[in-house]
């Protein structure tokens, strides 16, 4: 299936209504976080939980890419995503919105590189693994992981890397399927 080559009305709708349950989602994930944080500061796990958390705030992109299959979905559901996370009081406010901006640009590098007309494991995977590597190079210096040691960046790293695969990848596929089964999208399977 070919993509599309213009946003529709349609397409406009999908994102935002994509966008809108995001930024609510991500609301909820920015309290998971705060509650993770504090139980696992104790032991010395603090750094780790953020980018355990990761791939819940970079689900939106891939999402939105494959319900409308349009360049820019994935970057706009996530910006504005991350827009409505910090209006609805999102812990991490405006920061909130670079994130958004990073995961964004990471994903539709990953979709680009297939020229935007694939579908598939492949495109998921290769745009977690490009929104990982964006996001985590962000970190560096948004967020300071400049001043950490080797071992921990690279543990930080791969930690990211599994969470953004397992929900951008897994659970994107899950949902993607099952909102195929709804009857709401027309011939828009996995490839």
């Not at 980018?51 to 994935?74: E, I, T």
């Not at 559901?77 to 640009?105: D, K």
């Not at 300071?144 to 543990?155: A, E, M, N, P, R």
């Not at 695969?165 to 909102?179: A, N, P, R, W």
Request: charge should be positive.
């Amino acid at each position: 299936m070919a993509i599309n080559s213009r946003w529709h009305l349609q397409s406009v709708i999908e994102v935002a209504i994509i966008s809108i349950f995001l930024g609510g989602f991500f609301v909820f994930s920015d309290w998971l976080y705060t509650l993770v944080y504090g139980l696992v500061t104790p032991l010395g796990l603090a750094p780790f939980v953020g980018d355990a958390l990761f791939g819940l705030w970079c689900m939106g992109g891939s999402l939105a890419f494959m319900v409308v299959r349009l360049p820019g979905a994935a970057l706009i559901s996530e910006i504005v995503g991350a827009l409505l996370e910090s209006m609805f009081g999102g812990t991490f406010g405006i920061v909130a919105l670079f994130a958004g901006f990073f995961q964004g640009i990471g994903t539709e590098l990953g979709f680009a590189t297939f020229k935007y007309k694939k579908f598939n494991f492949a495109s998921l995977t290769l745009a977690a693994v490009l929104s990982t590597i964006v996001t985590f190079t962000s970190a560096l210096f948004i967020h300071g992981y400049i001043h950490f040691q080797l071992g921990l960046l690279l543990g930080l790293f791969i930690t990211r890397l599994v969470s953004n695969l397992i929900f951008s990848v897994g659970v994107v596929t899950l949902v993607y399927k099952l909102f195929g089964r709804t009857g709401l999208s027309t011939d828009r399977r996995m490839k």
